[in-house]
């Protein structure tokens, strides 16, 4: 089984950077790949990004493409989310998900993650 813990949430301003990660308890192997969602207020979880950790092969969601970064450090058993020029509509809560399965199917697809952190909490002012 895995625990994930994310952390980094903060309030900012538009325009402004930072940087989210995702830390996961115990030995964290190479099958398994990483992956970031976020869910606003009265909105579904939706796919931001995703990371192999044996690949080193990424995946974005258009709308964050060019703007955020997805990256890993295997040593540390973490994967980080570097979100720059952020805007109010990234504004969220922020979730680590990881899954045994491979990413080229299903990348986007909640329902192929089998493990999930509680969440951090992203808020952009204008």
């Known amino acids: 089984q895995v625990q994930l813990v994310e952390s980094g949430g903060a309030l900012v301003q538009a325009g402004d950077s930072l940087r989210l990660s995702c830390a996961a308890s115990?030995?964290?192997?190479?099958?398994?790949?990483m992956g970031w969602f976020r869910q606003a207020p009265g909105k579904e979880r939706e796919f931001v990004a995703a990371i192999s950790w044996n690949g080193g092969t990424t995946y974005y969601a258009d709308s964050v493409r060019g703007r955020f970064t997805i990256s890993r450090d295997n040593a540390k058993n973490t994967v980080y989310l570097q979100m720059n020029s952020l805007k109010p509509e990234d504004t969220a809560i922020y979730y680590c998900?990881?899954?045994?399965?491979?990413?080229?199917?299903?990348?986007?697809?909640?329902?192929?993650?089998?493990?999930w952190g509680q969440g951090t909490q992203v808020t952009v002012s204008s």
């Open positions: 998900a990881a899954r045994a399965t491979g990413l080229r199917f299903g990348v986007r697809s909640r329902e192929l993650y089998d493990y």
């Open positions: 115990g030995r964290t192997f190479s099958s398994y790949n």
